[in-house]
Nanobody, 117 residues
Framework: QVQLWESGGGLVQPGGSLRLSCASSARLFSLYTMGWYRQAPGKQRELVAF???????NYADSVKGRFTISRDNAKNTVYLQMNSLKPEDTAVYYC???????????WGQGTQVTVSS
């Protein structure tokens, strides 16, 4: 069983920045693909970004050039640096861990990001 703890959400003005963190209890963290998802009120949960064990990255078109996902395997932590934030980025952001071999999947509780003037 893997537990995930998100932090770093909050209220920010348009054009501002936030950095989200997700700490994991995974015994072999380096074997997981780590991802960030978000869900806005009344909308489906969507993939924002993921990073594989080989540090291959992928981003949703809506955040390309503004968000950066990274990982620190020594700290069992994945990050999401969010720059040039827009009101449309407002959502609950969830951390996800996917074991690349057995495909077991885990979710954090989420952290609220609100972009507003």
């Amino acid at each position: 069983q893997v537990q995930l703890w998100e932090s770093g959400g909050g209220l920010v003005q348009p054009g501002g920045s936030l950095r989200l963190s997700c700490a994991s209890s995974a015994r072999l963290f380096s074997l997981y693909t780590m991802g960030w998802y978000r869900q806005a009120p009344g909308k489906q949960r969507e993939l924002v970004a993921f990073i594989t064990s080989g540090k291959r990255r992928n981003y949703a078109d809506s955040v390309k050039g503004r968000f950066t996902i990274s990982r620190d395997n020594a700290k069992n932590t994945v990050y999401l640096q969010m720059n040039s934030l827009k009101p449309e980025d407002t959502a609950v952001y969830y951390c996800n861990a996917l074991h690349e071999l057995d495909l077991h999947n885990y979710w954090g509780q989420g952290t609220q990001v609100t972009v507003s003037s």
